[in-house]
DNA sequence: TCAAAAGTGTTGACTTTACACCCATGG
DNA sequence: CCATGGGTGTAAAGTCAACACTTTTGA
């Protein structure tokens, strides 16, 4: 197929974890990078895959290293891998798009990375590598994402009010929406279930509490719905 | 990030590129492998990334050099890194799905490759490594892509009469479509451009030529429109 | 004049939008 | 009784689905 002339590239997994805080901006998992290149600046979760594992293994692993993360939800995203990445090395880097709901999840910096938190979207700070690009085009999908499958779960409680999921959706598509039509349209796809619970905290009238239908999730993410936010 | 054990990965690309005759099937092309393992055997064009070229470009020489072809629409599809893909190395290959208009394009096998040929997707011969599984990845998202971009338009003629269109969405969604609500809606979208020229060969009524307005088709690949077709 | 493919409209069903007031609770 | 957020219906507009006959050409 091709000269067996010594290849020289690396092969990384990065990972744009996004957390969802009830009445807070859509956050991203960033770390701090112990070493150089960057050491000492904020960059996403990742590094090389070893030489045994598959690459969400690989994800995986690095994300626990370095944050004690598991996310709920990871897809692959895109593969990064022109030639000027990494002043070091030429490094192809597979990058996946996860979600987490960070009230299960407690945060924490291990050896590899100095410190690990937390930002909200709109205030990144500067990011090590082509990290930001990376950003970007995991935020893009993301809204395109969640407007076609029911992926937004995954960010919310196992029990949470209706108003959580009509805030997330706000947040993520940065974007009032009708919150009538939206409670019609969301509950004719039979997603949730009600419980009998109601929230308590907060004032105003307490809101039903909903968890969301595990089979009905199956069925709407392999065949989509189009969900356009107005 | 990682400790900086030697890593022995390489890094590849392979493409899976549809072409669309009329009246036939949709085609995917296929080379023949000149070395082992699988020698003889059929696979997808692809090989290993060179130190110094981006991973398109990558993809786009190994097009050339085994098959002639140069690709008008060619995006990333998925990256596949298991473990055990290779039975030499580990290998991972970055995968993209390209598009092409065959009649503009002459098949020859290079030294690379000892033959190319278009296969209908319905008669594929028995693949190399993992290849049918990229394959049928390429096919879910060609059919899911077609119906919420424009990017057919890049499997035709630059001039078409507007039954190719319709034939190549049948082909490719695998479905009857309704010719009168098509034509309504292809033709809401202001995509074509009617020419003054008919279609001579064949029997029957002459069509109206079509060429495709390309900045429609960059605002809809853009924003993307919402075609189910039932 | 026949066969083959191109071209073309309308109606009813359904879906989407726009829009505002009352309700339950805690302080 | 006030403030806060939860819960709900309807009518008009727009979109989608279903459906069949006429036109143009070449043989």
Redesign the interface.
């Known amino acids: ?2 000269p067996q002339k010594i ?5 990384a997994v990065d990972a744009v974890i996004f957390g969802y805080f009830d009445k807070k901006d859509l956050q991203i998992l960033l770390i701090k ?1 112990s ?1 150089d290149p960057f050491k000492g600046g904020w960059a996403i979760p ?10 969400e293994e690989a994800v995986r692993r ?1 994300l626990q290293e370095e944050s004690g993360i598991k996310p709920d939800f990871l897809e ?1 995203l ?2 990064f ?3 000027d990445r990494d002043p070091r090395n ?1 490094v ?1 880097s ?1 990058a996946y798009l996860g979600l987490v709901n960070p009230s299960y999840h407690e945060l924490f910096a291990d050896s ?1 990375a100095e410190d690990a938190q937390w930002f909200s979207v709109h205030k990144l700070p500067k990011l090590a590598f082509d990290h930001q690009n990376i950003i970007d085009i995991a935020l893009k999908r993301l809204r395109t994402k969640i407007q076609y499958q029911p992926i937004g779960f995954n960010l919310l409680n196992e029990e949470f009010p209706f108003s959580d999921l009509e805030n997330l959706y706000r947040t993520i598509i940065g974007q009032e929406i009708d919150r009538r039509n939206f409670r019609k349209k969301i509950m004719s796809y039979g997603l949730l279930n009600e419980t009998k619970n109601v929230k308590k905290e907060g004032s105003g009238r307490p809101g039903k509490l909903f968890t969301f239908n595990q089979e009905k999730y199956k069925e709407w993410e392999e065949q989509g719905f ?1 969900f ?1 936010i107005k």
Do not use: A, P, S
């Open positions: 197929m091709v290849q020289d590239i690396k092969v990078r070493i990742g590094g090389l895959v070893l030489d045994h594992e598959n690459l690095e692959q895109y593969t891998g022109n030639v030429r192809v597979v590899d189009y356009e």
